[in-house]
């Protein structure tokens, strides 16, 4: 806009410098036109009127001068007005750029939070502290390799009877994609294997998604670390002896029976 309201001041300043020789002119027109006429063969003569009589008129050079000098100007207002509006046009949101969170950001905070609510809610089986951060599609991916969806986390949850089941969860990265955050992070898992106590460590990655009623987890996974040799008998027991390892939800079994 202040770029047209340049455009319009110029344009109009030369208009007017331009009437001035004009209006001096004409004054010096008026004069001369007290002084005896010229002879017809100083003054040009109009083709179009026909009679015994020919009608002389002067050339409005004045006139001509001034629309020579306007026209530049309205040329350069007619080229640069497309570009001011176009500047003025509402471009296209441009894609979010991914944005890693330090170890002291923000970020890393609000996510921790969201973790410790989860773990809380696992150590207490509390089933609405899980609603809160899991989402309807979340797809879980766990050490073994089992795919489950947010009801059998909630589920596995609530009817877990280890009373020294303890899950703890440390966030250490977190990368911002918009309405979309990957959470990277260790964990802590203690619970029975065989009757024995055995204490996990590992990584997780966990994809939370922005909701109207805040961060939810989409997508989760975790690797273990650490090598404990209880826990990892007590992971190929299951393995062979579970018909679910590595079973996607949703998807049948009737081509693997089959064969």
Request: hydrophobic share 40%; with cysteine; aromatic share 8%.
């Amino acid at each position: 806009m202040e770029l047209l309201l340049l455009v319009w001041q110029t344009a109009s300043v030369t208009f007017w410098v331009g009437r001035v020789p004009h209006f001096t002119n004409s004054c010096t027109r008026l004069e001369n036109m007290r002084k005896p006429p010229a002879p017809l063969s100083s003054r040009r003569l109009d083709p179009s009127k026909k009679g015994s009589c020919p009608f002389a008129y002067p050339v409005d050079k004045e006139f001509t001068g001034v629309m020579t000098r306007l026209f530049p100007a309205v040329c350069v207002v007619l080229l640069i007005c497309p570009a001011a509006l176009a500047q003025n046009a509402v471009s296209p949101s441009a894609p979010a750029k991914p944005v890693a969170a330090s170890t002291h950001s923000p970020e890393i905070g609000e996510f921790q939070a969201i973790e410790d609510k989860w773990s809380q809610a696992e150590n207490k089986h509390d089933q609405f502290g899980l609603d809160l951060v899991l989402s309807p599609l979340l797809v879980n991916v766990a050490e073994n390799g089992d795919v489950t969806t947010r009801n059998q986390q909630v589920a596995q949850a609530i009817t877990n009877n280890d009373k020294l089941y303890f899950l703890g969860q440390k966030v250490i990265a977190v990368r911002m994609l918009g309405d979309v955050a990957v959470v990277s992070g260790t964990y802590l898992l203690r619970h029975h294997v065989d009757e024995k106590l055995v204490t996990d460590k590992g990584v997780f990655t966990h994809v939370y998604q922005r909701q109207r009623s805040g961060w939810m987890c989409v997508n989760a996974q975790r690797t273990l670390v650490s090598d404990n040799p209880a826990s990892r008998n007590g992971r190929e027991k299951d393995t062979k002896s579970s018909d679910a390892s590595f079973h996607i939800p949703f998807l049948g079994r009737g081509d693997r029976d089959s064969q």
